[in-house]
């Protein structure tokens, strides 16, 4: 199993112009502990929504690539979204599932995946042109390579420990995270 | 200096392209009544206001604007598994630098209210179509709860809203809807009452 910190850190090392969408709760840390950057658009609600903010960001920018980096709750939370984004088939987007199998912003709860619902297997059943799990480090490379250059849509299930960490808090104001963004995808 | 000006224009015309529209199709016969041309008026603002993302669930009162959007190159026409993901879809959008409108029945509002507060905190202006069931002449009283009480939701959740009771409002109250929401970044919500679309359409 992955260590999330270290997978994430090196799943964003030289990430160039990579539109980054992480999911409330751990994502958003995890991608914070990574290195702040403009181009990351950080959830702190919004639970179920990331991949389709993904989408409507692929959708408007083809010419760049799209990350979103969510945990297995919201994921399952916004299931569908799978389902409408494999119906637009955007080669730009990239899902990456930081699979924990619990709920840890709540108290570690055991999700759906924990009891063995396989998201890899909806991601393909929802069209998705490639969709596969990971669980060890040295993998970490191809899954950076395919989210600067894989066909999308992508979803990477990444099954990491379910250890506490420490909570890394980037930017909370919503109309600055966005604003920022918007600045800095305008200014490359 | 007039090397960074140079830039500035680049960069202008570089986003000036990437949402330039060509000349609409007009593949679809346009209706010549007004109580039935309607969502042609619709359609007319989305392409004057430039909005590029269309998100839905299928519809029978929107079924000709869905029509229009999906017949245009310019408009990427997204059908939704629930309208809450297009809520994401115009934050998404709007990110990326294009303008979004979402179309829903009165029911699919109450899908959305936890996801609207994305809408509301970072800011994102956008434009919710909202036919409405439940409240004139409506022959479903399952319906009826979530129809009676879709405006004051909308209003709850930070959305301006306008009501369209007659087909001869629609041009002039989307238009002003479409810029409110895309000039100031705001929550605009235009409710298409149930006495406009008619009981024709829920019929066969």
């Keep these: ?188 | 200096m007039a090397f960074a000006v140079a830039c500035d224009i680049g960069k202008v015309l570089a986003f000036a392209h990437r949402n330039a529209m060509t000349t609409p199709r007009a593949s679809l016969p346009s209706p010549t009544n007004i109580e039935t041309s309607w969502p042609d008026a619709i359609y007319a603002h989305f392409r004057r206001a430039g909005i590029r993302q269309v998100g839905y669930v299928p519809d029978a009162g929107h079924s000709r604007l869905i029509a229009l959007c999906r017949d245009d190159p310019d408009i990427a026409d997204v059908v939704l598994t629930t309208e809450e993901e297009g809520v994401g879809l115009i934050a998404g959008a709007a990110l990326g630098g294009q303008r979004a409108a979402l179309l829903m029945q009165s029911s699919g509002v109450g899908n959305c209210i936890n996801m609207f507060s994305l809408l509301r905190n970072c800011g994102f202006g956008g434009v919710v179509l909202v036919t409405m069931r439940g409240e004139f002449g409506e022959f479903n009283p399952w319906q009826v709860p979530m129809g009676a009480i879709t405006e004051d939701i909308l209003r709850l959740t930070g959305f301006l809203t306008y009501r369209v009771d007659s087909a001869d409002a629609v041009d002039e109250i989307v238009g002003a809807g479409c810029d409110m929401a895309f000039d100031g970044n705001l929550q605009v919500a235009i409710l298409l009452s149930q006495r406009l679309i008619g009981p024709k359409q829920w019929t066969r």
């Excluded at chain 1, 619902?117 to 042109?129: E, G, K, P, T």
Aim: aromatic share 4%; hydrophobic share 45%; glycine share 10%.
């Design chain 1, 1 to 188: 199993m992955l260590d999330r910190r270290d997978f994430v850190r090196q799943l964003l090392i030289d990430r160039g112009d990579l539109l980054v969408v992480p999911g409330l709760g751990s994502a958003t840390y995890d991608v914070a502990a990574a290195g702040d950057h403009p181009l990351n658009f950080y959830l702190w609600g919004a639970m179920g929504g990331t991949a389709m903010i993904g989408l409507g960001l692929a959708l408007a920018r083809p010419d760049r690539r799209v990350a979103v980096l969510t945990g297995d709750g919201d994921l399952l939370m916004g299931m569908g979204s799978l389902a409408t984004i494999g119906v637009k088939q955007p080669n730009n987007l990239a899902i990456v599932v930081l699979d924990n199998a619990h709920y840890g912003e709540t108290g570690m709860q055991p999700s759906h995946t924990h009891a063995g619902v396989d998201l890899v297997a909806v991601a393909l059943a929802c069209r998705f042109r490639n969709a596969r799990a990971v669980s060890r480090i040295e993998e970490a490379a191809d899954v950076r390579a395919l989210l600067h250059a894989g066909n999308g849509p992508i979803l990477v299930n990444a099954r990491i420990s379910a250890e506490d960490t420490p909570r890394v808090l980037p930017l909370r104001d919503g109309h600055a995270i966005k604003q920022r963004f918007i600045e800095a995808l305008n200014s490359v």
